[in-house]
């Protein structure tokens, strides 16, 4: 239900590198009710002077922001919190009945009927199978992306133009779940003893070809991708690029605003689709010192190489998990292979075991996967304050990604579910940063 749920292209983004900081605001109407304040002004004790103090900066800055918009961020973060356990508990309830009430057997036994071709097997399994955890997921999935998005102002879409783009990523799943799915299920059959070495080596191919096609193929099934042309902006986004030994020529703009009002910014891409995009709510709301802080934090997981890192990453990861399914699929077949008539491990019907054992990993693994991420998007929140030379931008970013996301977290709290680093840790990094380098200032 997870893979359902999630349209494809977002899931991808965030297992890609995750770069997203956000932006200011220039514009002369008043705020939305859930839209942090645009600092114009620095606050005095974020000021250079003698006695400039890191903390009583980071302080300054969180003090102008008011304390219901605050209130109203945690909300809607720390909600996300129990949508995990509710979204894993929802997805394993799914499994269950699909497997106890041998749903699963029974449309394994019709995708038989439609032909001999095992191939062909499997993926008219999958077509039903994809269906059925949609319609089945669909009620938490229209509160989730929908209703709730609403609620906290994050969503711009009617109804009609949200589910288009849901029957868009069912599409999307569709073709490319059915291809990892027939790929998987003929090596699980050819090669009964060594399948979890082959299945993780070929899921994380599959995966590599996925993030290099996304940008040109999947991305814009969704949104419009455009060549950023106003030279106020591209001219010192480029220029940064030149003076850190990237070959950039282009920047790219994509039109979020048509399903989100978050400001965000990403690397996408893989060899020679790899670029940088701005989101059209950065633009608007960014100041251009914001633009550029965002723009050195992009081009750090560019250089830092964080999507081959993250690459690799995820096939020590995905190594795991297939250890973790061999052993963990023959102990449930042992058990109750024959009341949900399983035949075998290559038995398509074995689907919704997998999903269930695949969803208990992540589960138990998103500290760690969060942890990996968060650590990436601090080496670039570095790279990117040495490169745009911009802490008060950047501070300014970090208060407009306080839309939907809490801005100071408890410890804990941050290691378990933060994948980006908090905005008060942002804050601060930025204002030590500055800190060391007043003389940057001062001398003006
Ligand atoms: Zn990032």
């Known amino acids: 239900m997870m893979t359902a749920r999630i349209p494809f292209a977002t899931g991808l983004c965030i297992l890609i590198a995750g770069a997203i900081v956000c932006a200011t605001p220039v514009l002369a109407q008043p705020p939305g009710p859930n839209e942090m304040p645009s600092v114009i002004q620095v606050p005095p004790e974020a000021q250079p002077s003698a006695h400039f103090d890191p903390m009583a900066a980071t302080n300054a800055y969180l003090a102008q922001i008011p304390a219901e918009k605050t209130a109203r961020s945690d909300a809607y973060f720390e909600g996300g919190y129990w949508l995990i356990l509710w979204d894993f508990l929802y997805g394993a309830l799914v499994a269950l009945i699909l497997l106890n009430l041998r749903w699963s057997a029974a449309m394994r036994n019709l995708s038989e009927r439609v032909t001999r071709f095992k191939p062909v097997h499997t ?14 997921g669909f009620p938490l999935t229209v509160y989730e992306d929908y209703f709730r998005e609403h609620k906290y102002g994050l969503a711009t879409q009617t109804f009609g133009p949200w589910m288009g783009d849901q029957l868009k990523a069912l599409a999307v799943n569709l073709v490319l779940g059915g291809i990892l799915a027939v790929l998987l299920f003929g090596i699980v059959r050819r090669l009964p ?35 950023l042309n106003d030279p106020k902006i591209v001219d010192p986004i480029l ?19 048509r399903q989100t009002t978050r400001m965000s910014a990403n690397v996408s891409g893989f060899g020679h689709t790899m670029r940088i995009t701005l989101n059209d709510n950065l633009l608007r709301r960014g100041s251009p010192e914001e633009i550029q802080a965002v723009m050195g934090h992009e081009m750090g997981h560019y250089v830092l190489h964080h999507i081959y890192v993250g690459i690799m990453f995820l096939a020590i990861i995905y190594s795991l998990a297939f250890a973790y399914l061999y052993w963990g699929l023959n102990w449930a077949l042992q058990r109750w292979g024959e009341k949900w008539q399983i ?7 074995i689907l919704p075991l997998v999903v269930l054992l695949v969803s208990i990993f992540g589960f138990v693994t998103t500290p760690v996967m969060n942890t990996f991420t968060r650590t990436q998007e601090h080496e670039a929140d570095m790279f990117g304050l040495n490169a745009s030379r911009q802490p008060d931008g ?43 380098n007043l003389k940057l200032f001062t001398s003006q």
């Open 193 to 227: 003893r060594t399948w979890p070495v082959w299945g993780a080596v070929v899921t994380i191919l599959f995966f590599m070809l996925t993030v290099l096609i996304a940008p040109v193929y999947i991305v814009p099934i969704f949104n419009k991708v455009t060549r």
């Open 343 to 349: 035949r075998g491990v290559g038995d398509t019907a």
């Open 239 to 257: 220029s940064m690029a030149r003076a850190n030994g990237i070959p950039a020529k282009d920047v790219y703009q994509i039109d979020a605003s």
């Open 123 to 136: 993926f008219v399994y999958w077509l039903q199978y994809l269906i059925v955890i949609t319609i089945l």
């Open 394 to 436: 950047f501070a300014q970013a970090a208060i407009h990604l306080g839309e939907y996301r809490k801005m100071s977290p408890g410890r804990v709290e941050e290691w378990i579910f933060f994948d980006h680093p908090s905005g008060r840790n942002r804050i601060y990094d930025a204002m030590r940063w500055k800190a060391e």
